[in-house]
Antibody
Framework: QVQLQESGPGLVKPSGTLSLTCAVSGDSMSGSHWWTWVRQPPGKGLEWIGEISHSGTTNYNPSLWSRVTMSVDKSKNHFSLRLTSVTAADTAVYFC?????????????WGQGTLVTVSS | EIVLTQSPGTLSLSPGERASLSCRASQSVSATYLAWYQQKPGQAPRLLIYSASRRATGIPDRFRGSASGTDFTLTISRLEPEDFAVYFCQQYGSSPPVYTFGQGTKLEMK
């Protein structure tokens, strides 16, 4: 059974950097799956942030690309998100998820999500 | 940029009734890359349907997805109490690679 678990600070200061990690179990992270971050501001909809392959290839949402960096560490079976120059608009629940790996482009496993608040 | 518009914003129905949720794309999208998710409060989204009409593993057959051009529909034939939640559609576009979600439809109990 594949499981994903987000971790990281729940509070980040404005203009600071948000850093989160997603620990993956039940999957070696070496296959055809891509690993994704999605966020959801309180009471709002879902926004795709970006994705990373097992080899480190990335695709980012054009609306966020200048502030986003993703990385993968297969030895630790986790992948990470960095979002710089954060503002209150970045306050959200951040989910990590796995693309199905079938080239049908949907997310079959999700973490439970972690709330990150941007506030001084 | 493709925009997915879901309607209605809120749907109030009773258990046993039929629900029809709409997701309309602003331009042509491949049905192959259209998915539906269910989200309950405090939980992650759960995959229901992929490729517009294929049920994910373990999803009851009362959930059905369909497509017609740029219009996609999620139908729940007979609502169960556990079906009341928020539903999102999602599509993938390849140039550049981007995933887009609709704004969601809240299905509430009447």
């Amino acid at each position: 059974q594949v499981q994903l678990q987000e971790s990281g600070p729940g509070l980040v200061k404005p203009s600071g950097t948000l850093s989160l990690t997603c620990a993956v179990s039940g999957d070696s992270m070496s296959g055809s799956h891509w690993w994704t971050w999605v966020r959801q501001p309180p009471g709002k909809g879902l926004e795709w942030i970006g994705e990373i392959s097992h080899s480190g290839t990335t695709n980012y949402n054009p609306s966020l690309w200048s502030r986003v960096t993703m990385s993968v560490d297969k030895s630790k079976n986790h992948f990470s998100l960095r979002l710089t120059s954060v503002t209150a608009a970045d306050t959200a629940v951040y989910f990590c998820a796995r693309d199905s790996g079938t080239y049908l482009y949907y997310f079959d496993y999700w973490g439970q999500g972690t709330l990150v608040t941007v506030s001084s | 940029e493709i925009v997915l518009t879901q309607s209605p914003g809120t749907l109030s129905l009773s258990p046993g009734e039929r629900a029809s949720l709409s997701c309309r794309a602003s331009q042509s999208v491949s049905a192959t890359y259209l998915a539906w998710y269910q989200q309950k409060p405090g939980q992650a989204p759960r995959l229901l349907i992929y490729s517009a009409s294929r049920r994910a593993t373990g999803i009851p057959d009362r959930f059905r997805g369909s497509a017609s051009g740029t219009d996609f529909t999620l139908t729940i034939s007979r609502l169960e109490p556990e079906d009341f939640a928020v539903y999102f559609c999602q599509q993938y576009g390849s140039s550049p690679p981007v995933y887009t979600f609709g704004q969601g439809t809240k299905l509430e109990m009447k």
